[in-house]
T-cell receptor, first 113, second 115 residues
């Protein structure tokens, strides 16, 4: 069974540029999460989807971050414009709605110059 | 709100030494507890979990027991190997009280095992 797939693995951009990250969850997983992991810290939730609905986006900085999960499968997280402080690893995870076990992708490491 | 506190790293051990990484938590409801491991350049992998008090999670020689009375979930391994070098994260989630199950992580503990 394929795991959670994320792309790109690495991204380097200049500040004020836009950037997008893509996630493909494990087949059949209706819950999808985006986490932000700053260097030396544990991940923090940005947004959680149940199918195509964002049910918890309270930690998403909506002035510059947006996300979508069309058709309740793949998801895209976007930053526009990026700031220096956005340099971090962006992790995607998925789970079945009825369980508490989340499976993580390898993450996208963003560097903003 | 709910939170997780881990012992600070880095922890440096010799091969075959005994490992303990302390983890304590605060939670409103009845959380499930997890240990995740992150190898360099990789995503988080679930190492073990426990869903109720007194449960013991175990995997690959690692163990942790859910202690409700001390709100702790310490990770232990009797004999570490160089290949165990990684960052270990303690985490909790609560499907009922915690907005449907987001994971709340500790800050991570880096383990380095020397041959």
């Amino acid at each position: 069974e394929a795991g959670v797939v994320q792309s790109p693995r690495y991204k380097i951009i200049e500040k004020k540029q836009p950037v997008a990250f893509w996630c493909n969850p494990i087949s059949g997983h209706n819950t999808l999460y985006w986490y932000l992991q700053n260097l030396g810290q544990g991940p923090e939730l940005l947004i959680r989807y149940e199918n195509e609905e964002a049910v918890d986006d309270s930690q998403l900085p909506k002035d510059r971050f947006s996300a979508e999960r069309l058709k309740g499968v793949d998801s895209t997280l976007k930053i526009q414009p990026a700031e220096l402080g956005d340099s971090a690893v962006y992790l995607c995870a998925s789970s079945l709605r009825t369980t508490n076990e989340q499976f993580f992708g390898p993450g996208t490491r963003l560097t903003v110059l | 709100g709910d939170s997780v506190t881990q012992m600070e790293g880095p922890v440096t051990l010799s091969e075959e030494a005994f490992l303990t990484i302390n983890c304590t938590y605060t939670a409103t409801g009845y959380p499930s507890l997890f240990w995740y491991v992150q190898y360099p350049g990789e995503g988080l992998q679930l190492l073990l979990k426990a869903t109720k008090a007194d449960d013991k999670g175990s995997n690959k020689g690692f163990e942790a027991t859910y202690r409700k009375e001390t709100t702790s979930f310490h990770l232990e391994k009797g004999s570490v190997q160089v290949s165990d070098s990684a960052v270990y994260f303690c985490a909790l989630t609560d499907l009922i009280y915690n907005q449907g199950g987001k994971l709340i992580f500790g800050q991570g503990t880096e383990l380095s095992v020397k041959p």
